[in-house]
């Protein structure tokens, strides 16, 4: 069986989940079919991946119409394959076309939802509207629909009632379980050195966030929450990517207004390889997801992978992943019904946030418990064999299906 996954993203180009996600997915289902990956960014080097850039008279233009653009060479190169497999609305039109013109059935991997994620009109202005109008329909005709989690499902539904619900199948995200494991031996030594040279002081308690700048991730709340925190306490956030100037200068004041209030506060814009990122996180003592809107949130597992406890919105399918009390904390929120996710009350959010941030760093060794629960979770519920078993079996259903 021959399948072509369908992402914006793919090594060496990630900046997101979706990315990580298609990465791993595509290397364990190598091992048991014949798998193409399809992607942005140019050329690859890697056997069995394709990288497609706009075509030059779109190039430098609006940047919806350039990824239709992209979507359209896609579309076209799909022919041969017996099941097409498209991530995130960035390929979903492409996932879409190749099926109707190469008559075979099109699966999507529901990572986000565009009317979820209202503030990418910021960002996007008018191609905000082609990103939904291109996201809609690929849904509503798509064979089979693959949900993250199972809130992202009742997301789907809700957004877009004309979907089957026969044809939204729950298949969580996975996690390489042996690339995020904490560091031993030497490797721990030089993660020591690692972290050090970041500024970060493994000998304090300390906040780690991972995640780009959006209005999704909920930083502004974060960083409110951490004027209060004890004053050893370390902030360090793994942040970058803004998506608009707007949200790029809430959160670099924000940030400096901390700086100046309290010692601790380290942010690091640039992208971490991976194992800078695991140092990172091993050298902590919790991680917080302060989100309002997560599909899953695959920053969880791998803090989660590392040994750490996670305190997490409970929105989403973020408490899928956290079990409250054994892996970590899930913070009440009740949010206004505008796609926007906001918290109707910021004010509680921030200060329960707060308390559950308090609490993990005031008992290291009740956070250390917590930690080593958050690792044998993963291991037992997030591993990468059992989610391609799942994946494939939604792949037999839909062929089954035609």
């Keep these: 069986m021959r399948i072509d996954l369908l992402s914006r ?62 979507d359209l060479q896609m579309a076209a190169d799909v022919a041969g394959a017996d099941l097409v497999h ?27 939802l565009e009317p979820l994620r209202p503030w990418k009109a910021e960002q996007l202005g008018g191609g905000y509207r082609l990103s939904s109008w291109a996201e809609r329909t690929a849904y509503e005709a798509a064979d089979g629909i693959v949900a993250v989690s199972g809130g992202m499902r009742e997301d789907i539904l809700r957004s877009y009632p004309a979907v089957d619900p026969d044809r939204v199948h729950v298949v ?43 209005r999704q991730k909920g930083l502004p709340y974060l960083l409110r929450a951490a004027r209060d925190l004890p004053a050893d306490v370390q902030l360090v956030l793994c942040a970058g990517a803004p998506d608009t100037p707007e949200i790029a200068r809430e959160v670099s004041d924000a940030v400096a207004g901390l700086a100046r209030e309290r010692s601790g506060v380290v942010w690091i814009e640039r992208m971490l ?16 997801c302060p989100s309002v809107y997560e599909p899953l949130g695959i920053v969880n597992l791998e803090a989660m992978a590392v040994g750490l406890p996670v305190v997490g919105s409970a929105t989403g399918g973020i408490p899928e992943v956290v079990d409250d009390g054994v892996t970590g904390t899930l913070v009440p929120i009740d949010q206004v019904d505008d796609g926007t996710g906001t ?39 997030f591993a990468w064999e059992a989610i391609a078993d799942r994946t494939v079996e939604v792949y037999e259903q839909v062929l089954a299906a035609r």
């Design 343 to 381: 918290p109707t009350d910021p004010d509680r959010f921030v200060a329960d946030l707060l308390a559950a941030l308090t609490a993990a760093v005031g008992d290291p060794d009740r956070a250390r418990e917590m930690g080593a629960a958050a690792r044998r979770r993963v291991e037992d519920h």
């Design 9 to 70: 993203e793919y090594p060496p180009h990630v900046y997101g989940g979706a990315g990580v996600h298609v990465a791993e997915l595509s290397a364990v289902l190598r091992r048991r079919l014949d798998v193409r990956v399809r992607c942005f960014d140019g050329p690859r080097d890697e056997p069995g991946v394709t990288g497609y850039a706009p075509p030059p008279t779109l190039a430098g233009g609006d940047a919806t119409l350039a990824t239709f653009g992209v």
């Design 86 to 112: 498209s991530h995130t609305w960035y390929a979903n039109l492409a996932g879409h076309l190749a099926g109707m013109l190469h008559g075979i059935p099109h699966v999507l991997s529901a990572h986000s």
């Design 172 to 214: 969580h995200n996975g996690i390489d379980l042996a690339g995020w494991a904490r560091p031993t031996g030497e490797a721990a030594v030089a993660a020591d050195a690692t972290v050090r040279a970041l500024g970060i002081d493994p000998d304090r308690p300390a906040v780690v966030f991972v995640g780009r700048i959006t």
């Design 273 to 288: 390889s991976r194992p800078d990122l695991v140092a990172v996180l091993a050298a902590c003592t919790v991680f917080v």
